[in-house]
């Protein structure tokens, strides 16, 4: 008969209940650098520390959920954790909790949730893409092969789905519902709009599915664990809309960056046959026969494996008016989740989410 006790343990198997910092993890409170928008939220002499705190917090409680004692799994899982990343979700989750009560314990928990659900698609995404890298580093599938992250990856949703179950049937829910989304936005993006769909308009519930959903949880999240019910709904649609402008406008710094300002090499997604909404927009003007368009367009679906074709193609769809259309479809979503915050009460913390949907748009491009 064997022992009871295995000599590994289940993903996040004996978590602390406490996640207060020790001196070893206290210092990656320091280490904090908030992402473009937040700039308010630092300078504040109350919310700055408070969110340096609380993302540390955050920081410690996901790699103690996923540390296990097996070597291979222990390594899988902490591999995208490791290389680090925005942190967005959590983040939002934090920042809309000080509408309330403040950061507590369950919003921790409910930070490490989206952000451990956020990590697990990542691991699926890398997977379908057959992408390379994450991060600046290898993906898992690269390292351990396409089964070995598959699983990683659903080992980490395990893990947020056990954290969601400790805050209650509510968020489980949310979750839930969520995870459903980002699923089906990675389907229908796999499959493509039908004939008789609009592919601008299913381009963008792709996106709403696969990005926005999750932002959406994580300001309801906040809302909801830190003590202001009243704003839940509110920030849910704010969540949303901040999350179609983000990827929006990620679509276009695809096209229109520099490397040295947005970190990613221009036309990665074109390379890639990535359907984003400069090209849809560019191939609906080409379609109506607009001959900049058509002669972008050719560009475009010619090989572009060399280095000189794709700069061709980028430099030709920069050129075009859809690349600022796309910009304009941008900043719109994010004018729209600065209106949805009007029932907030005025200050810092409103004022901070205002300046992030603003800074989605305004990003180096």
Not at 64 to 84: C, F, K, M, Q, Y
Not at 196 to 225: E, M, P, Y
Not at 242 to 247: L, N, R, S
Not at 309 to 333: D, G, I, K, S, Y
Request: net charge negative; glycine share 8%; with cysteine.
């Amino acid at each position: 008969m064997t022992d009871s006790k295995s000599n590994w343990t289940a993903a996040g198997h004996e978590v602390s209940d406490s996640i207060e910092l020790n001196p070893e993890t206290a210092v990656l409170a320091a280490a904090i650098s908030l992402p473009s928008g937040f700039a308010l939220i630092a300078e504040d002499p109350e919310f700055g520390p408070a969110i340096s705190v609380g993302m540390a917090k955050v920081e410690k409680l996901l790699r103690d959920a996923i540390a296990n004692s097996d070597p291979l799994i222990d390594a899988t899982s902490r591999h995208l954790v490791e290389a680090g990343g925005k942190r967005v979700r959590p983040l939002l989750v934090l920042l809309t909790a000080l509408l309330g009560d403040g950061i507590n314990d369950d919003v921790i928990k409910a930070a490490a949730v989206v952000e451990l659900t956020h990590l697990a698609t990542l691991y699926h995404d890398d997977v379908m893409d057959s992408a390379p890298m994450r991060r600046g580093a290898p993906t898992a599938h690269e390292v351990w092969g396409n089964s070995v992250a598959i699983l990683a990856g659903d080992l980490i949703f395990a893990r947020a789905s056990v954290f969601g179950s400790e805050l209650g049937p509510e968020a489980v829910r949310w979750q839930s519902r969520t995870f459903e989304r980002l699923c089906l936005g990675q389907l229908h993006e796999s499959i493509g709009p039908r004939e008789n769909d609009d592919a601008i308009t299913h381009h963008i519930q792709v996106i709403s599915d696969k990005t926005a959903s999750l932002l959406a949880t994580s300001g309801a999240f906040g809302a909801r664990f830190g003590g202001s019910p009243q704003f839940v709904e509110v920030l849910r649609e704010y969540g949303e809309k901040v999350g179609v402008a983000f990827q929006v406008a990620d679509d276009v710094i695809d096209i229109a960056s520099e490397e040295s300002d947005s970190g990613k090499t221009p036309g990665t997604d074109l390379r890639e046959g990535v359907p984003t909404l400069p090209i849809l927009l560019l191939r609906q003007a080409a379609d109506h026969g607009d001959a900049q368009a058509q002669a972008a367009v050719k560009l475009v679906d010619a090989d572009l494996s060399t280095d000189e074709a794709l700069a061709q193609a980028v430099t030709a769809v920069a050129a075009h008016p859809a690349t600022q259309e796309a910009w304009n479809v941008a900043r719109r979503w994010a004018d729209d989740a600065i209106q949805i915050l009007a029932p907030l009460p005025e200050g810092t913390i409103k004022q901070a989410l205002i300046s992030f949907a603003d800074a989605v748009v305004t990003r180096e491009a």
